[in-house]
């Protein structure tokens, strides 16, 4: 490994650190037991297999958004539907759960593909708004999530709610439809198995197909690969259906692994953690499953640590800002970056000698 | 030594991305000479240069103006100093008057806060005047024709007290009458004590209207001499290393039949300006019809039209009998249909990316480098080591990324990537622009190769010396249309090409640019 990508992880680490030394600093300023507090965030998930699967579990969606937001993001489509399509591919499992009766096994898949589905049809809108129109996906995509977001408390309140429910949520899924537990005292059911499929078919996707060389070209120089030849609008219409086509799917998954019922009324927020999970991963959808892992952690460890002291959660809030501003920054260990290449470049003049 | 206005001495200076520009450099200047900075591309000459002006800060070293160190850490600085810079692309604002630009940034106030503008005129006017500069300062500049521009520039640069001039190839924009002008120009400047770094890729030039020269390469001072000390021959072998040949040695052309027919083309830009006027030209297999001209008289677009970019243009262009409007841009490159473009960085490559994935950007899909849908890596990383050897790309291995080589490399890896898919036509615009002189050699000895093997090349060029030396038929392009049109080329002379291209002469027969 050159010193170069030994300094990029470098970096990454130094990142996280720094990032979490803040948050320990505001925590031991703002505290009455400030090193139980730090004791509680960095060791709580470990304290327990139950625990432990909660970081899992978290992990578990973050993985699918964040692997359809790599997709979207390698394409230089920036844009945030896939907290949009996480909603509607939740929505749209529970409507297959609820009413296509099917037998267990076949039940979930049938529900997870419409998900998806729905998931990516909820991406094409921006992706055409761009095509046609050339309005920015960014500013689309951001406005559609609230559109989502309602569509979804229009079919709840009109056509799934159960009025026995105490809170405004769906009839009961039946059992026929849930994803089964695939670890015993952990509430860890068989989507992990499709995350990590997924996982893998993102990475072989965007790495090693053909489609996918097209789309990292034209999201590193769109005239360049329009002069090549590559179709752009192509690029932008399979970008976008696939990243919303996975986490359409990783709304169901979600829905139908860890809910009884649809009650989501608001935004979860795992389209908006993809893209911290995307930055830490580099676009690489390879990476996506540790940084998912990561952040899932230390928002367990967060959980924990206020539940048992006087620190509130949010301060994950901090510490993930400092991480993605740090590896936002080009410019960050850039002259200690600088000196190593010096003193590389240098010994080499020395050893070639006076030509 | 009293002379000596400038040194820089033992200046290293090391980019992020580990390459070495400069090594070691030592320069000096006397007061009042014309020096000339020249080597390759990469040889690092505009990084010295950057250095000297505040762009770059240097990793050792220093500077000694006038018998005194100093540190210049920024253009403000540099100015400040009396050392003032002529990029190669103009830095001046078009939408405002020439007076406007030279005063720019150093305003004459009135009440201490509006700008001053008849005074402003005023001082334009007379340091216009002082240095025998003949132009309208009332002009705005994106209306001046490029010479003027140029000048200034120049002025500009004055303006803010420049004793030292740096000129980054100014005569690479310049028709032969325009560099002329110029160089009467500096001459007087030097007269009036001015110090001037004529950086250029000319040797001609150099011989013409430098008193000293100093060859870089490789990031090494190759020495300096005296310029009437020196041959032609000498300064070229010592800025590549080998004697590069100067003429090349080209068979007679052998044309076939006619495979790009162009008829009555006119394309106008986003402003409504008429770009191309009604232009028509054939090319057959086996020749290379070179297109001169000075830059921004339609060849750009003329390209852009030839190869699909642009289809918002009427008129035909038949390529193999097919109409390039159906075909678009795919359908074009699948009739082997290969492009040079003219701006390398935003058309030719992607620079984060690296070697390999950008030269495959066109031929991902043959068979040979993929499956349905799979890309076979193995055949590419093989074939990428191929293209590496067979076009001397300096670099690690095909994992660096692009952005990471030298300006000739780069360029190496566009023609790597066009010329490896077998071309049968070829569109090169400006081939060769900003590169060094070994690379450019490798890159037209290819081009003479694949015409002989039968490829129709369209050669569009500013360079005078490679339209002459690689064109079968030479056309020059002048506000849109053609201007002129010579079939044999040996008998043309530089003077008659530039009043073409001025549009100072004009041919309206046009004969012998259409086959029947």
Redesign the interface.
């Known amino acids: 490994m050159s010193k170069?990508s030994k300094l990029n992880i470098l970096r990454t680490a130094l990142s996280i650190i720094i990032a979490l030394a803040i948050s320990f600093i505001i925590i031991y300023f703002i505290s009455e037991e400030p090193f139980r507090a730090i004791n509680k965030m960095i060791l709580g998930p470990l304290r327990s297999r139950r625990i432990f699967g909660n970081v899992i579990e978290l992990m578990i969606p973050l993985i699918f958004t964040g692997v359809g937001v790599c997709i979207m993001f390698s394409a230089s489509q920036f844009n945030l539907g896939a907290e949009g399509s996480f909603h509607i591919g939740g929505l749209v499992g529970a409507m297959a759960a609820l009413w296509i009766p099917l037998p267990s096994f076949i039940h979930p898949l049938v529900a997870i593909l419409l998900g998806g589905i729905a998931g990516a049809i909820f991406t094409f809108i921006p992706a055409l708004l761009k095509i046609k129109t050339s309005s920015s996906e960014l500013v689309s995509s951001l406005m559609l999530n609230y559109i989502a977001l309602s569509f979804g408390n229009y079919i709840l309140s009109y056509f799934l709610k159960d009025p026995k429910a105490g809170a405004p949520a769906s009839y009961l899924i039946p059992n026929t439809a849930r994803l089964s537990i695939l670890i015993n005292d952990t509430s860890i059911h068989t989507g992990l198995i499709i995350a990590i499929l997924v996982t893998i078919f993102g990475y072989?996707f965007l790495y090693?197909?053909?489609?996918g060389?097209e789309i990292?070209?034209a999201g590193?120089?769109e005239?360049?690969?329009?002069?090549?030849?590559?179709?752009i609008v192509k690029v932008i219409l399979i970008s976008q259906l696939l990243g919303g086509f996975i986490a359409g799917i990783g709304g169901s998954v979600q829905l139908l692994g860890m809910y009884r019922r649809f009650s989501w009324i608001v935004l979860l927020g795992y389209g908006w953690d993809a893209v911290i999970v995307t930055t830490l991963a580099k676009k690489n959808p390879l990476y996506v499953p540790i940084s998912a892992f990561f952040l899932a952690y230390i928002r367990i460890g967060a959980d924990i640590m206020s539940r048992t002291t006087d620190v509130s959660p949010e301060i994950v809030s901090i510490t993930q800002g400092v991480i993605i501003i740090l590896i936002v920054a080009e410019q960050f260990l850039?002259k200690y970056?600088?000196k190593i290449?010096?003193k590389?470049?240098?010994s080499?003049?020395d050893t070639e000698g006076v030509? | 030594m009293s002379d000596i206005i400038l040194e820089m001495k033992d200046i290293l200076k090391i980019y992020p991305n580990g390459i070495v520009a400069n090594e070691h450099i030592n320069l000096s200047l006397k007061k009042g000479e014309i020096h000339a900075l020249l080597g390759e591309n990469g040889a690092g000459k505009s990084t010295l240069m950057k250095v000297l002006f505040g762009i770059e800060i240097p990793e050792e070293g220093e500077i000694i103006l006038k018998g005194k160190r100093v540190y210049i850490k920024s253009p403000h600085e540099a100015i400040a100093n009396g050392i003032g810079m002529v990029h190669q692309h103009f830095m001046l604002v078009p939408s405002l008057t020439a007076a406007e630009n030279i005063i720019l940034g150093v305003e004459p106030r009135k009440f201490g806060l509006f700008t001053n503008m008849e005074k402003a005129i005023e001082v334009a006017d007379n340091i216009a005047k002082m240095y025998n500069f003949d132009i309208d300062v009332r002009a705005k500049v994106e209306t001046l024709p490029v010479g003027i521009k140029q000048k200034v520039e120049i002025l500009k640069a004055l303006y803010r007290g420049a004793e030292i001039l740096i000129l980054d190839e100014p005569t690479a924009v310049l028709t032969p009458q325009e560099t002329e002008e110029l160089f009467i120009q500096l001459n007087k400047l030097k007269e009036k004590g001015h110090t001037i770094i004529f950086i250029s890729h000319k040797l001609d030039e150099i011989k013409l209207i430098c008193d000293r020269l100093t060859i870089m390469r490789n990031g090494k001072n190759k020495g300096t001499y005296k310029t009437e000390d020196v041959t032609t021959e000498e300064i070229s072998r010592l800025m590549v290393g080998r004697d590069v040949f100067l003429e090349f040695d080209k068979e007679k052309a052998n044309p076939k039949k006619t495979v790009l027919k162009v008829r009555d083309v006119s394309v106008k830009n986003k402003l409504g300006n008429l770009k191309v006027n009604n232009i028509s030209f054939d090319i057959r297999e086996g020749e290379i019809l070179g297109i001169a001209g000075v830059e921004g008289n339609g060849q750009n677009e003329l390209v852009d039209i030839l190869t699909g970019l642009n289809e918002n243009y009427t008129g035909n262009v038949l390529i193999f009998n097919k109409e390039a409007k159906e075909l678009g841009i795919k359908g074009i490159r699948d009739l082997k249909v290969s492009h040079i473009p003219e701006d390398r960085m935003t058309y030719g490559c992607a620079k984060d990316m690296d070697i390999l994935q950008n030269v495959f950007s066109n031929q991902y899909g043959d068979e040979k480098y993929s499956s349905k849908y799979l890309l076979k890596s193995k055949a590419m990383e093989t074939r990428a080591e191929e293209l590496i050897d067979e076009f001397l790309i300096k670099c690690n291995s095909f994992k660096q990324s692009v952005g990471m080589l030298s300006g000739g490399n780069i360029q190496k890896v566009v023609v790597a990537r066009e010329f490896s898919v077998g071309p049968k036509i070829i569109v090169a615009n400006q081939p060769t622009r900003g590169i060094d002189v070994g690379a450019a050699e490798f890159i037209r000895k290819k081009i003479i190769e694949f015409r002989d093997q039968g490829c129709a090349v369209l050669l569009v060029s500013a360079d005078l010396n490679e339209v002459f030396e690689l064109s079968d038929r030479l056309a020059v392009m002048y506000k849109g249309e053609f201007s002129g049109v010579f079939t044999n080329v040996e008998e043309l002379t530089e003077e008659e090409l530039g009043k073409y291209m001025l549009g100072l002469k004009k041919d309206e027969k046009l004969e012998g640019i259409i086959y029947e």
């Open positions: 170069t072989i090693k197909s053909k489609t060389y990292r070209v590193q120089n005239q360049f690969a329009r002069y090549s030849g590559i179709n850039s970056r600088h290449i010096t590389e470049a240098k080499l003049l030509e």
